[in-house]
């Protein structure tokens, strides 16, 4: 037995302290027929799955175990006997060793060996420790006799896992598979093969069940941060709120921003302010409508306002409070009820309703109390008459309904509830509060109430929290009355929001009648303490509603659960004879007044006498009683047993009367109470024949409600991703219509929707554009008088619907703005046709650019007709578009010949050059343009011409697309006077250079002379020191020296004379022989005494000559004029 207490031990410290795996763990349990049950589901097992199996069975701890070996051919699976410590991995089968249970702790197996003959459940033992997983493991029971593995697939069941079961029919052995079954604990019967093909699937379940309790103790663990920068934010703390409703919220928001992990998203919220007013904006579900659930209001107008507004005075305001408001809807609704109610009954009575909200932007649109014209659909045409006022943009509360409502905020959670209310409605809030937190805002409404006051809450609410506080009025409506309560009620917003005490004088305050009252109250509190009798309040099932003096000598709490019931705490025979006097007392509505022998606790007896008097109050409908206790001091046998029986004579008389009369009494209580228990006895038989045949009705119904539970469990499951896919639908919805409603107010193009009986359903702000207002919506549309100069629309509109044909016009309007007028199908998501669309598009600027382009064009146009040189205009395909006059005169072609033809076909294809084409097909669009382009061509009837071509790519707008500029300019006559000045050139550059040989000659004879002149010098040194060197030896190096100078004169001489005779390279270039002409003079040796001038005649801009030899000439011509 240690061991198992061992085993008891290990489980209590684990259930504390759950091991978590990553992966889904399976427990199979089997025990006779198990080996073939083993075989037939391993071999079919995937290698893949992801999960772990752990396989239990019974074994003799005496015999080894072969299971290992004969199912390692059933499977490629790994498969091994378990040992202490194992550590579990997936993809691995486990077998349970002989004579050993078998736990998972820390991601291991431990394993605890059997003591003597004991032989646990071990299938139990291991499920409930595989049961602490949670959602992450599945149990299954195959083949085996008793009862092992139901207690474990109970634990399993209860923690969230999966369990099933085979098949009885096919077990070798049933007991096991029929016992957990017969149990109610059983998810799935499976045979072996299905439990083998659904495997797969379960095993999915369980690992997003895993995610999913990942997911949410992460979300759980994070939220406190979110709540952080909220609270700082906004003064709102949003802990108690729901938190499935918060983690979708907080996950849209993430998918909106693409972010993945909740740090991600905290650190973007601290960064980014925007962001946390989004997903505040987010969290209040600001979710109402007029006379949200109609059937409710109804029963409140009937049930609720009858019984708080009938036989109040005009003088006693109704005071009601809707926290959680919203935009308003609610409250206002509210407003109309009442006022409808005080007309029909012709009641004046002052109304206040005080309407609360966080969310200051949903305050301020019920401030205004503007609506769209979408609350049409759910309010009657009476009541929108009645109580709004029609507005361009939609619907306003009147403002008498609209006195009656004054909006705050208020915070339900942290700030003081309003007092004195008859009524609340607090509708749809509550379900996005958890459960400790509803409790009490349902403490803090029934201190708001005043006596009976209603409470009135959403269809889908409840005071199951609460239901001491208040009674039901409407179960299915959700109208409650506020209870009296017995207890002081815990204000525990009044932690948050008590003051600080500051001690004050209250003798120095206490003066006049505040004194004398005082002095009174303490006054009647000595009396009371000190001379009334003890006694108890209670109410008709003698609950204790207050102690009033010392009672201890006549009650006594007994042992066990506390209790307040007087029967449970009087003491001894004082319960009969109290039940006795309280059940009279009670069916006449009369005090009754009993007198008792009760014995002390020290043995003497005491004569106590009670009185049991009914009593009822104002605020409430319900009947109380008062019992006080009068100790009437010691009983005469109790005095005769102290008294000197040597002094006094004994009264036996008297205690015999005594007694006779206790005894009367006595046989009084129990012969009523004898009829009492008779009439409860036929009653009990009576109610044991209907007990009896409900039984067999129940058991009738239990059977159909186990075949409904299955369904309807299937039914759940469709409904939950229903209901989700409705949820997102509807956000989808709403946002579309949110979407729509800002398109319609925010297009700037006057726009009419008409349904198919040609009457207005929807205009946009500038359909008044049209001549359609706000106000015309229902109205026909062949009823109105339009701004435009148009033929008839409403014809326009028939047709369009009858022949299901969209059609335009361009038209004006009466001030000559140009619009085209469209109507269009208005089709349904089902492809119907349900009426169309008028829309006004203002193309009065296009009309003018077109006009204004019209003009341009013809101006072009002549343009083009005054042009000398031949023009074309060709579109991207190369074909003609317009030519100008010149190109038909010069080409001799007409205008039938040209347009619309390729520019290559023109003249019998005499434009179809290679160059051509590769210029505007390829050079032309990348650059846009080019200019002298030379064709040489011999042109029918114009002979041989030669023409240049400039083309340009231009961008017409109007046109949407490109077009090519050519112009065609014809250079014949200019390249021939350009050969006739070549050939003037090529003359010219002749006799220049015969000028320049006539000038060498003439040069080379004056160097002669000037060499003979030069050189006469130096040869007279050389002589003249030839002959003083003879005459003085000693002046040799001298004479030398003046020698050597000599000769290298003459050699220089003969050098200069060389170049100067060296006829040049004559190199031509095109030179400006005036600017050379100019640089000569300048950079001549003028004389002191001459004075330059130079004129340059024209035509000397480009001359082809070598400018080297020219600036010979004109040096030597410069220097012979300075000469």
């Known amino acids: 037995m240690r061991k198992r207490e061992k085993m008891d031990e290990i489980f209590e410290r684990d259930r504390d302290n759950k091991t978590k795996t990553s992966f889904p763990v399976i427990g199979i349990g089997a025990s006779a027929g198990g080996l073939d049950a083993f075989s037939q589901l391993v071999r079919d097992l995937k290698i893949d799955s992801g999960a772990a199996y752990v396989l239990i069975q019974h074994l003799s701890p005496s015999v080894d175990s072969q299971l290992c070996s004969i199912l390692s051919r059933q499977t490629l699976i790994p498969i091994s006997e378990i040992k202490d410590n194992t550590l579990i991995e997936p993809n691995h089968i486990y077998i349970s060793p002989p004579g050993s249970s078998i736990i998972i702790k820390d991601g291991a197996f431990m394993l605890n060996a059997f003591l003597g003959n004991t032989h646990p459940k071990t299938i139990d033992v291991f499920f409930k420790s595989l049961a602490k997983f949670g959602p992450q493991v599945a149990g299954i029971i195959l083949s085996g006799t008793g009862s092992d593995g139901t207690k474990g697939l109970r634990a399993i069941k209860e923690n969230g896992g999966i369990t099933l079961a085979q098949v009885p029919e096919t077990a070798q052995f049933p007991e096991m598979p029929n016992s957990a079954i017969s149990a109610g604990v059983v998810d799935y019967v499976y045979s072996i093969s299905e439990i083998s093909n659904n495997l797969p699937e379960i095993i999915h379940k369980l690992i997003n069940a895993k995610n999913k309790l990942d997911e949410d103790e992460y979300f759980s663990l994070t939220f406190k941060d979110v709540f952080t920068i909220l609270r700082n934010r906004f003064k709102v703390d949003f802990t108690p709120y729901c938190k499935p409703t918060i983690k979708r919220r907080l996950k849209k928001r993430m998918t909106l921003h693409h972010i993945k992990t909740l740090e991600k998203y905290i650190s973007m919220l601290r960064d980014d302010e925007a962001e946390v007013e989004a997903l505040y904006n987010d969290l209040l579900i600001n979710v109402t409508s007029f006379f949200r659930d109609p059937q409710s209001f109804e029963a409140i107008s009937k049930e609720a306002l009858p019984q708080l507004l009938e036989g109040r005075t005009s003088d006693n305001a109704m005071r009601v409070w809707v926290p959680g408001c919203s935009t308003g809807q609610e409250s206002y609704s509210l407003a109309i009820l009442i006022l409808e109610y005080l007309e029909e009954k012709k009641l004046n009575i002052k109304v206040t309703i005080f309407a609360t909200d966080i969310d200051d932007n949903a305050i301020n649109i019920a401030r205004v109390g503007l609506y769209g014209e979408e609350i049409s659909k759910t309010l009657s045409p009476e009541r929108l008459k009645k109580f709004f006022v029609k507005q361009p943009d939609g619907y306003k509360v009147c403002k008498r309904v609209r006195d009656l409502c004054v909006f705050s905020r208020h915070d339900l959670i942290s700030d003081p509830p309003f007092a004195h209310l008859d009524l609340i409605s607090c509708r749809n809030l509550l379900i996005y509060i958890e459960n400790t937190q509803r409790k009490l805002i349902l403490q803090d409404f029934h201190y708001a109430l005043v006596s009976k006051g209603i409470l ?668």
């Not at 207890?487 to 120095?508: C, N, S, W, Y």
């Not at 040989?997 to 010098?1017: I, N, P, T």
């Not at 100078?1045 to 004379?1057: F, T």
């Open 456 to 1123: 009135f809450l959403g269809v889908s609410e409840s005071i199951n929290e609460s239901p001491n506080l208040f009674t039901v009025l409407d179960k299915r409506h959700k109208i409650f009355m506020k209870k009296v309560s017995y207890t002081r009620p815990t204000l525990h917003f009044l932690e948050k929001h008590a003051p600080q005490m500051v001690g004050i004088d209250t003798q120095k305050k206490l003066t006049g009648f505040d004194l004398l009252n005082t002095v009174q109250l303490k006054a009647d509190e000595i009396v009371l303490n000190e001379y009334a009798p003890a006694g108890v309040i209670v109410n008709e099932d003698l609950e204790i509603l207050q102690f009033r003096g010392e009672t201890g000598r006549f009650l006594n709490p007994s042992p066990g659960v506390p209790s307040f019931n007087l029967i449970k705490m009087i003491r001894g025979s004082l319960s009969m004879k109290l039940h006795t006097a309280f059940a009279k007392a009670k069916q006449n509505n009369m005090p009754v007044a009993e007198r008792i022998i009760l014995e002390d606790v020290n043995g003497s007896s005491r004569s106590i006498g009670f009185e049991v008097r009914p009593f009822e109050i104002q605020q409430s409908t319900e009947r109380f009683y008062i019992i006080l206790f009068t100790d009437l001091g010691e009983h005469d046998s109790a005095r005769i047993a102290k008294r000197d029986i040597s002094q006094e004579p004994l009264s036996l008389i008297d205690d015999y009367n005594a007694v006779k009369l206790e005894l009367v009494q006595t046989q009084k209580y129990l012969k009523a109470n004898l009829e009492e228990k008779e009439a409860m006895a036929e009653g009990f038989k009576s109610t044991y024949e209907e007990l009896e045949t409900s039984y067999e009705e129940l058991q009738s119904i239990t059977e159909e409600l186990e075949t409904a539970k299955e369904q309807l469990q299937t039914s759940n499951e469709e409904m939950s991703t229903l209901n989700e896919e409705l949820e997102n639908r509807n956000i989808t919805l709403a946002q579309l219509n949110d979407d729509l409603n800002n398109l319609i107010s925010s297009v700037q193009i006057p726009v009419v929707i008409i349904d198919c009986n040609m009457r207005i359903r929807i205009v946009t702000p500038l359909a008044e554009r049209l001549g359609v207002l706000p106000g015309d919506v229902g109205r026909l549309i062949t009823s109105l008088n339009l701004y435009i100069e148009t033929p008839n629309v409403s014809r326009m509109v028939a047709e369009a619907l009858k022949d299901l044909r969209e059609s335009e016009i361009e038209m004006k309007d009466r001030d000559g703005h140009w619009f085209i007028l469209r109507i269009n199908l208005y089709r349904t998501a089902n492809n119907r046709i349900d009426g169309c669309l008028l829309s006004m598009i203002d193309v009065n600027d296009l009309k003018l650019s077109q006009l204004k382009a019209l003009d341009a064009q013809l101006y072009a146009e002549t343009l083009l007709e005054t042009l000398r040189n031949p023009f074309v205009i060709l579109d991207p395909d190369l074909s003609v578009v317009s030519a100008n006059r010149a190109f038909y005169h010069v080409f001799k072609l007409h205008p039938s010949e040209v347009t619309n033809k390729l520019v290559y076909e023109l003249n019998d294809h005499q434009w179809d050059i290679p160059e051509l084409r590769l210029l505007l097909e390829q050079i032309l669009p990348k650059k846009s343009s080019f200019e002298n382009f030379e064709v040489d061509h011999v042109f029918p009837g114009l002979g041989r011409r030669v023409m240049l071509l400039n083309g340009r790519q231009v961008f017409q707008k109007l046109i949407g697309r490109n077009l090519i500029l050519l112009e065609f300019e014809d250079v014949t006559e200019h390249i021939r006077t350009r050969a006739n000045a070549e050939n003037l050139e090529s003359l010219l550059k002749q006799r220049t250079n015969e000028l320049i040989e006539a000038e060498q000659l003439a040069a080379a004879g004056k160097v002669a002379a000037m060499l003979g002149h030069d050189l006469r010098s130096p040869i007279q040194t050389i002589k003249n020191d030839i002959y003083l060197l003879r005459e003085f030896p000693g002046e040799a190096e001298e004479r030398l020296k003046e020698i050597n100078d000599a000769a290298n004169r003459m050699i220089a001489m003969v050098e200069e004379l060389r170049a100067n005779m060296r006829t040049p390279p004559f190199t031509p270039q095109e030179v400006d022989l005036g600017d050379l002409i100019g640089r000569c003079v300048k950079e001549a040796s003028v004389p002191p005494d001459v004075t330059t001038h130079l004129v340059v005649g024209a035509g000397l801009e480009s001359v082809t000559l070598d400018p080297l030899s020219m600036r010979r000439v004109l040096d030597n011509l410069v220097r012979n004029a300075f000469e």
